[in-house]
């Protein structure tokens, strides 16, 4: 069965340094997604992505972040300058159409020290 | 802003018994869809429910939307030690994919 896969599985970086998170969607989907859960809590949306292009994003999702999809099939999360707060397990998310079911990713954990 | 409230956080049963988790919005929803996250695991899709009033079944679970779209049900018959995991609700309030999570509801059960 296809599935979403997501790369580093665990990442720690320092304040303040650059992250990139990698995740190849599943092959004939359209839109992807990145998602955030801070240990123990609930699953936040971070931005979706569709021909592209951003088609929507959280209020989470400020001028540090940002989405690519550098080939045919990476999506990558870029975060510019790591804040401690960005310490959370991210979740790439992809699906066929909206509003499908989306597949998840089985996440980076990001620690940021 | 666009809420989803989820209870209760957590649901601690007996083997055999039955675990309901409810799911509520300030505003109308397009659609909602559940999720189950066991631990160190990532959410997995179960249902989506589009239609006001609509009754969906899996099995021993009974999802439910309600009629004014804004509040869901998830209702398990007779838990097993492999229903364990997080329960999550998720609305969308447009045709688009971005999805609101509610809280989870914990589910842990004891055989």
């Known amino acids: 069965e296809p599935e979403v896969t997501q790369t580093p599985s665990h990442q720690v970086t320092q304040m303040g340094q650059e992250v990139i998170l990698r995740c190849v969607p599943i092959?004939?989907?359209?839109?992807f997604y990145w998602y955030r859960q801070i240990l123990g809590q609930k699953v936040e949306f971070l931005v979706s992505f569709y021909n592209n292009e951003i088609s929507e994003k959280s209020e989470i999702f400020d001028d540090q972040f940002s989405v690519e999809r550098p080939d045919g099939s990476n999506f990558t999360l870029k975060i510019r300058s790591t804040k401690l707060e960005d310490s959370a397990m991210y979740f790439c998310?992809?699906?066929?159409?909206?509003?499908?079911?989306?597949?998840f990713g089985p996440g980076t954990r990001l620690t940021v020290t | 802003g666009q809420q989803v409230m989820q209870i209760p956080q957590y649901q601690h049963v007996q083997e055999g018994e039955d675990f309901t988790t409810y799911c509520n919005s300030s505003t109308t929803l397009s659609n909602i869809q559940w999720y189950k996250q066991r631990p160190g695991g990532h959410p997995v899709f179960l249902i989506q429910l589009v239609k006001s009033g609509e009754v969906k079944k899996q099995k021993r679970l009974t999802f439910q939307f309600g009629e004014a779209k804004k509040n869901s049900s998830l209702h398990i018959t007779a838990t097993q030690t492999t229903d364990v995991g997080t329960y999550f609700c998720?609305?969308?309030?447009?045709?688009?994919?971005?999805?609101?999570f509610g809280q989870g509801t914990e589910l842990s059960v004891k055989p």
């Open positions: 998310a992809s699906s066929e159409e909206q509003p499908y079911e989306q597949y």
């Open positions: 998720a609305g969308s309030y447009n045709q688009g994919g971005k999805l609101i």
């Open positions: 092959s004939n989907h359209l839109y």
